[in-house]
């Protein structure tokens, strides 16, 4: 395989300072969730292995994901696709397009053959044979397969890419597929959202070029490190839920007080992504922060469940998944036992000193 620069060439060409690469690889470690002792291994494999060259597909999907990762503050976009991979092949990013552009294309897959990775934002509609979908004047279809053949692994960008998305919505007269349902021989790593986070993003690649493996998945090959727990389970207003306290309509007092969402329709219990500790924009907020319940974006099939707004009830789980309304009722059944209990015992204590008074 022709050699390629390493990041660490990279950063230097451009004048970056070692104290200021070493400070980017800590950096880097703490936006995968490593601890400390990550920092010097990720600046070794900068250090020592090549960029790992790229191609980006787009198929049936609105651009988000793209718009998603370009904002990424940890590390930065500009710092995964200039010095940490190379980004050979992006039609929305690039400035070569036509023939040039898929000229570029062929090369990198024949100089590459077998090392190169395969991101993919969209998905491939199979009806009519591939024909809502022409990319490069060709059915999209067509154009995955032809570039997954020699590829050494796939990203799915978003939940178009993973699991259709709203493309697949009933009745689906596309038939837009999940890339895994096109694509069997490859690994494929889904990292769902619509769009997904951005850090989760270029962590994802981050994680690739400093282990050269795929992270640790879950059974449907979602990356742990992000999507190993529920909203729910990370979310600041959970507090609110475990003491029974909701919001019940849109903007009543319990909304202005930042309740707990669920009853109005919040899917953060069935929904696993790190919207609550990552967040969105640098960290700074997320749809529940903003006063908004979670719709589950990154969950299989989320534009088929009913409402956003429909409350769940098929949970049958502890805590939200036994039953909102049991839940405020024992803690306020709990209160109101405390309390009577306190009275009692404070009515025996005030009739002992009453006759011991009176018997003085």
């Known amino acids: 395989m022709p050699e390629l620069e390493t990041?660490?060439?990279?950063?230097?060409?451009?004048?970056?300072?070692?104290?200021?690469?070493?400070?980017?690889?800590?950096?880097?470690?703490?936006?995968?969730?490593?601890?400390?002792?990550?920092?010097?291994?990720?600046?070794?494999?900068?250090?020592?292995?090549?960029?790992?060259?790229?191609?980006?597909?787009?198929?049936?999907?609105?651009?988000?994901?793209?718009?998603?990762?370009?904002?990424?503050?940890?590390?930065?976009?500009?710092?995964?696709?200039?010095?940490?991979?190379?980004?050979?092949?992006?039609?929305?990013l690039m400035a070569a397009a036509g023939h040039q552009a898929e000229a570029i294309l062929d090369e990198i897959m024949t100089k590459y053959k077998g090392n190169y990775i395969l991101a993919v934002e969209g998905n491939p509609p199979l009806n009519e044979d591939g024909m809502f979908c022409i990319q490069s004047g060709k059915p999209f279809v067509e154009k995955l397969r032809h570039v997954a053949k020699d590829c050494k692994a796939i990203i799915s960008w978003g939940s178009c890419a993973s699991w259709g998305?709203?493309?697949?919505?009933?009745?689906?007269?596309?038939?837009?597929?999940?890339?895994?349902?096109?694509?069997?021989?490859?690994?494929?790593?889904?990292?769902?959202g619509c769009p997904p986070i951005a850090e989760v993003m270029t962590g994802v690649i981050a994680y690739m070029l400093t282990f050269e493996r795929l992270p640790e998945l879950d059974r449907q090959g979602r990356p742990k490190m992000f999507y190993g727990q529920r909203i729910h389970d990370k979310c600041y207003r959970r507090p609110h839920f475990d003491a029974g306290q909701f919001v019940e309509q849109w903007d009543d007092e319990a909304a202005r007080k930042g309740y707990c969402l669920y009853k109005v329709g919040c899917k953060g219990p069935t929904t696993y992504n790190a919207c609550s500790t990552v967040r969105w924009n640098g960290g700074v907020s997320f749809p529940i922060q903003s006063g908004h319940g979670c719709i589950g974006c990154s969950e299989d099939g989320f534009w088929d469940k009913g409402s956003f707004y429909d409350r769940l009830t098929d949970i049958q789980q502890f805590g939200v998944e036994s039953n909102a309304d049991q839940i405020g009722m024992g803690v306020a059944g709990v209160v109101g036992a405390a309390v009577a209990a306190h009275a009692a015992v404070s009515a025996v204590k005030h009739a002992q000193r009453k006759d011991k008074g009176g018997e003085q």
């Open 165 to 192: 998305c709203v493309q697949a919505a009933a009745p689906n007269p596309t038939r837009a597929t999940p890339v895994h349902k096109v694509i069997f021989d490859k690994p494929i790593i889904k990292v769902p």
């Open 7 to 92: 990041f660490y060439d990279v950063m230097r060409r451009q004048g970056i300072t070692r104290r200021s690469f070493l400070k980017f690889c800590s950096l880097t470690a703490a936006a995968l969730g490593l601890g400390p002792a990550f920092a010097p291994k990720i600046a070794e494999a900068m250090e020592t292995k090549p960029r790992t060259p790229v191609l980006w597909l787009h198929g049936l999907e609105c651009t988000c994901c793209s718009e998603s990762f370009i904002r990424s503050a940890h590390p930065l976009a500009k710092d995964v696709v200039l010095s940490m991979i190379s980004l050979d092949y992006d039609d929305t």
